[in-house]
């Protein structure tokens, strides 16, 4: 630079003093230059720093940008630094900054956002340029970006923030995902990148009809008034039965949007330390979410049709809410993500997911998962199938690791899989949750072993499924379906009284109430029901009372909840047979009520495709019963899947257990 003002003052002598001053800030700036990288270098702060740079849409070349390695020992990512110059309708532009996640990183550089979205539609037809060269990203990638940018220049502007760049980090444009390598490596450190990010924002998608309400009927129902002393009184507002209905409309197109449905979305919103939720121009916290999950999940549980509900097909489906719930259930099980959550229940839960990449199924869980325990990573290389083995290998001999089996349902091994594999096909069944059960068969630790594609489990064979009863719980079922199945369920276990009176010895005086007692204490599948089942003197099931729904929605303000979506001449009162109602709808589509003998002698909720013949099986170390196949090679057997018993039949199975000594069962 000296020698071209030099040269230019020997041509423009007239100049020369306006030349000089020139040269002298050009000296001062190369200075400060040289001291920013000396505190950086000492900070040990591997990000180049460059002189402020606007990349328009006239700057882009026709070459794409290339991406530079990253530094892997290091554990390196990068962050995309979005300009936030020009105008709302400007071409999306930045630069992409190495960081390394194991030094310090420099003021201005702590703090970043990330993104949690769907790609949508997987063909790149937008770009933003990235240091003037233009990098292909997603049509809903471009919308969030976009709405991004807005929000943060909205705030600045009501700030004294005077920032050029916004930081985020967006695994689209962050992980160069051509190259498999990279992409496993870093998948790897997204638990880190999401817990250490500012803020996790969460893009539903463009604004819709019905969205602008939606997002204020979750956070009225979500975000209560405070109610308590020296609290302004709060005024419930009554609304019309249409108004009602038009609720459940905007709440059930906010919680049907395809974020919820995506299985990396369970880590990114469970570790983020501040998780917002912004749809068009509305936001509210993830917080105000879950908690209108709760009154929804409330209004289920009432004598009332959910407006819109009562989906005919015959396919298993979840709730449209449950997915939410899923999400907010993660959240508390992991303590907002500083807990570890056993990957038996991870993956469990990823198996409701949807995914472009099914091997995501596995790896987008492994963030909430205790690395020191389960020796899994991110590598794209292995084929579907290979993930699913190597998975089971590693979880089942952990503790607890047999809870994996409820995720089997693969009896015929399609896939080239073990039955004692999880595949992840459409659920035929959902899998019983180890806090419901009331019986925790557990005689001793697990023992696990492998033999090539075989499955050895020490356990025994406890009864023999001698009986089924052909009526079903049908998928998306209403209550009085479920009613209808329940009263003929009930009739299969009265003609079968007899046996069962056998086991439980001669009770002539209590006989009707012991029945009910027992049928229901069966059919709720939850351990926290059982104290709140009260019994009339004739044996049949008393109402709860509805204070202890406080218990169960502790924290929801039920008044306000039922305020905004249940109609105000609903009546009164839980039904006798609410839970059993619940645990009906929730476990009963894709399973079969059935008959065991042999030392049973008891009722047992089983998979769809069990049949007679088929065994009941006790593993050391799982918390229900497995329901085997046996196989024309002798003492081999398939997993058929998953069963449940009352907790009689449970009982004895453990007292059986504990004189009788158990073997390795072969699983193919």
Known sequence: MTARFGASNERHPMVAPIWERLGAIEQKLSRLDDAVSAI????AISISIEAPQTFTAQDDDDEAYTYRALDDANNEIRLLALDLAGDE???????????SLEKQLSTGLNQYDALSYVWGDPKMQKSISIEGHPLMITESLNSALRHMRKLVIKNRQQSTDTLRWSYWWIDQICINQAEIEERSNQVSLMRRVYKKATTVQVWLGDAIEGSTTAME???????PPLHG???KEVQYPTFSEEEISKHWGAVRLLLERPWWERCWVRQEATLGVRTLVSWGDSCCDLDAISQAVMAVDYAQSLRYKIPGSGNASDELTTSFYQHAANIRALRKRSHRGNSFVPLPELIIAARYC???DTRDKVYSMLGLADPEVYQIHADYRHSLAEVCKISAREILPRKHGLRLLGACQNPERKDDLPSWVPNFDQWKYFPFEAIDGRQYVNLQESEVAFDDNALLVKGFVFATITDLCETIVNPNASLEQIDHVHKTWQAFFEQRLEVLSVAYGPIPSRLHEEKAKMWMDFLSTDNSAIPFMKFADDGSLLPEREEQLKLQYMGLNLKLARSYLLPADLEEGLHPQRRVRAALKKYGPGRQLGFCADQANAMVLLPGDASP?????????ATFPYILRNCSKGDEYVLVGEAYMPAYATNKAISLGLRREAKMLRII
């Open 354 to 356: 949807k995914a472009t």
């Open 229 to 231: 002393p020296g609290e």
């Open 613 to 621: 013949g088929d065994v009941v099986a006790i593993f050391r170390g």
């Open 89 to 99: 309708e400007d071409k999306l532009s930045g630069k992409l900054v190495h960081v």
């Open 217 to 223: 009927v979750i956070d009225k129902t979500g975000k």
């Open 40 to 43: 950086l270098e000492r900070l």
